[in-house]
């Protein structure tokens, strides 16, 4: 039984171990099925991280070439669309591609540009000198750059800049030659119009201020050195341009300004230069002369030409002007005071009425320099209250009575003794001192007429001249406002006068300032009336009250036919616009039998009386008697 146990247990302990042993087994297989699991698996991911690698590196080489072809694209587009030429050459310059800019530059197509050599093309003559230096720069430089005259296809030639970089290749051969070309055309016009702004003048030109400088300083070195014998200037000044303008207006002004310059360059072929200094204002420099007769021949036949009519849109008008002349080296030392002597002459032909010419002398210097004392004096006598009035009575036809007269300043100076007033009133217009002297004479007019009133005198009207500078104040309604409640003068006592000629300065002002005095009740009036641009249209628009005839026209009153047609006609014209119309200069009998003939309505001169002071005005209207 025992033997059956340990039988037994033999058995068992060799089952047992069998069982051990092929669990074993089992265990190996399934760890070498395990680790050839993990080869296999590690050999997978190995795989698929090449693969994942692969499709990266595909990705990024995808993207690349993306971005170069994107690159090349754009490359594509900035060539054709830039506005300067491109060509790409070969070593031997022949054309492999060139973009449309420069087809347009040089007037070929592109096809028939492509293959073809540089100097094949029709090139200018600049281009062919230009060719080795070209070449050799870069074969030395790689690059060139400069301007050249090249050829269109035309035949054309145009300025063009031109820049050129060699391209080499890993062997630092030259692989491809690259040509950047501009077309300079517009620019050089662009320049060419400066140049040309800068030195002649816009409207008409002519040379203007700065190239007129130049050339005198040229002009004068030619006399010192001796070149040039002498040199002689003429300063022309358009007379009363401004009338003109504010009248026209500034574009048909600016026409005349045009023909102006016109006949100017017609008349004057043998002048060195001809310059508008300013707006009115030319100038015209000989270099050398032959005498001061041929230049009086030259300015008359000048001035006479510069008087004929213009006709600028349907306007027929006559432009006169001053001409001041002065010379060097046999009146001036020097180009600055060649300048001012013709300048100095321009104006005293001004002050002689316009329409005329004037060489330089040193007596006219003279006259300059006592003009100046003058204007001093004046300014002075205006300060302390030494002017005085003096009235010139009016006859009124229909009551032979003197119903008004006019204020008219006087200077009394200590040395000078009674100073003509057509050599200080037109001194005043010129520096301004008539706006003293005007708002003097109005404020001691309106005192003496409402004293004259308060001494028991019959009411009159009494007349004030008004200047230019005072209506450009612009406050002349307010002033007249404030003199009458000063002196207590009633506004119908009062009558301002304005020339014709000044009516026209700025119209539609002066017709609003007009209506507001005409509403303040003060009595208005043309003065000179004829003697300016004369037009009647214009009557009807101002708010005026009397229309004065000059004295040009009385003066020849029963013995001129043609001053007889005139006076009849203003007379007729002013009566028909219910206008009263006065006739200054009446000096004779003739006249006033003429003028009362007519149904003149006031008369003036010395035939009634001169210009007398107050107290004088005074007796004559406390006699009372009527003058006929």
Not at 61 to 66: D, R, W
Not at 72 to 81: D, K, P, W
Not at 183 to 190: F, G, N, P, T
Not at 277 to 304: H, I, K, P
Request: proline share 2%.
């Amino acid at each position: 039984m025992n033997q059956s146990f340990t039988s037994l247990g033999i058995y068992s302990g060799l089952g047992f171990g069998l069982f051990l042993a092929l669990l074993g087994a089992f265990v190996w297989r399934i760890d070498l099925i395990n680790q050839r699991r993990k080869v296999r698996n590690k050999k997978f991911k190995s795989v698929f991280e090449e693969l994942q690698d692969a499709n990266f590196r595909s990705e990024q080489l995808n993207a690349e070439l993306a971005r170069e072809v994107e690159q090349r694209r754009l490359a594509s587009t900035v060539f054709e669309a830039a506005s300067e030429g491109i060509v790409i050459l070969d070593p031997t310059y022949k054309m492999l591609t060139v973009n449309q800019a420069f087809s347009r530059i040089s007037g070929y197509a592109v096809a028939e540009l492509v293959g073809r050599r540089v100097d094949e093309l029709a090139c200018s003559r600049d281009a062919r000198r230009h060719f080795p230096i070209i070449q050799a720069s870069l074969a030395e430089h790689d690059s060139w750059l400069g301007e050249l005259v090249e050829t269109r296809k035309n035949g054309e030639l145009y300025p063009q800049w031109l820049q050129l970089k060699v391209v080499r290749d890993d062997a630092a051969q030259v692989s491809h030659i690259v040509a950047f070309i501009t077309d300079l055309s517009a620019r050089r016009i662009v320049e060419a119009r400066v140049r040309h702004l800068t030195h002649f003048d816009e409207l008409t030109g002519l040379a203007n201020r700065l190239l007129f400088k130049e050339r005198l300083e040229e002009a004068n070195q030619r006399v010192r050195q001796g070149t040039s014998r002498n040199l002689a200037l003429l300063h022309i000044d358009l007379d009363r341009f401004k009338l003109l303008n504010d009248s026209l207006g500034p574009e048909l002004a600016d026409q005349v300004l045009q023909k102006i310059a016109e006949r100017l360059t017609k008349a004057l072929p043998e002048a060195d230069t001809i310059s508008r200094l300013s707006s009115d204002e030319f100038a015209v420099l000989f270099d050398a002369y032959g005498s001061l007769t041929s230049l009086a021949r030259v300015a008359t036949r000048l001035m006479g030409k510069l008087s004929r009519p213009i006709v600028v849109d349907g306007h027929e008008l006559v432009v006169s002007a001053s001409m001041g002349i002065s010379l060097l080296p046999d009146g001036a030392r020097d180009i600055a005071q060649l300048v001012s002597q013709a300048n100095k002459a321009m104006q005293q032909a001004k002050h002689m009425g316009g329409g005329t010419f004037q060489f330089f002398s040193h007596s006219l210097q003279h006259s300059t320099l006592e003009r100046l004392q003058l204007e001093n004096q004046l300014r002075k006598a205006i300060g302390e209250r030494k002017l005085s009035v003096f009235y010139q009575p009016k006859l009124c036809l229909k009551n032979g009575r003197l119903d008004s007269a006019e204020a008219l300043v006087r200077w009394d100076h200590p040395e000078l003794g009674s100073v003509s007033p057509s050599d200080f009133i037109a001194l005043a217009e010129e520096t301004g001192l008539i706006v003293l002297i005007g708002e003097f004479v109005l404020r001691e007019a309106c005192r003496q007429a409402a004293q004259w009133q308060q001494a028991g005198l019959a009411p009159i009207r009494v007349s004030v001249n008004l200047s230019g500078h005072q209506l450009r104040q612009g406050n002349l309604v307010s002033l007249v406002r404030q003199v009458l409640e000063d002196t207590g003068l009633a506004p119908h006592c009062l009558e301002l006068e304005i020339t014709e000629s000044q009516l026209l300065e700025n119209v539609d002002y002066v017709i609003a300032t007009f209506q507001q005095l005409h509403e303040l009740g003060v009595k208005l009036a043309i003065d000179d009336f004829g003697t300016g641009y004369s037009s009647l249209s214009y009557l009807k628009r101002f708010a005026v009250d009397y229309v004065k005839i000059d004295q040009t026209f009385i003066r020849g009153v029963g013995t001129c036919v043609e001053d007889d047609a005139i006076t009849k006609a203003i007379i007729a014209m002013a009566h028909s616009l219910e206008l009263k119309v006065v006739a200054e200069g009446v000096e004779n009998e003739v006249q006033l039998a003429f003028l009362k003939e007519h149904q003149c309505d006031e008369v003036q001169g010395y035939l009634i009386s001169s210009p007398t002071n107050a107290q004088a005005m005074a007796d004559l209207l406390r006699a009372g008697v009527a003058i006929w």
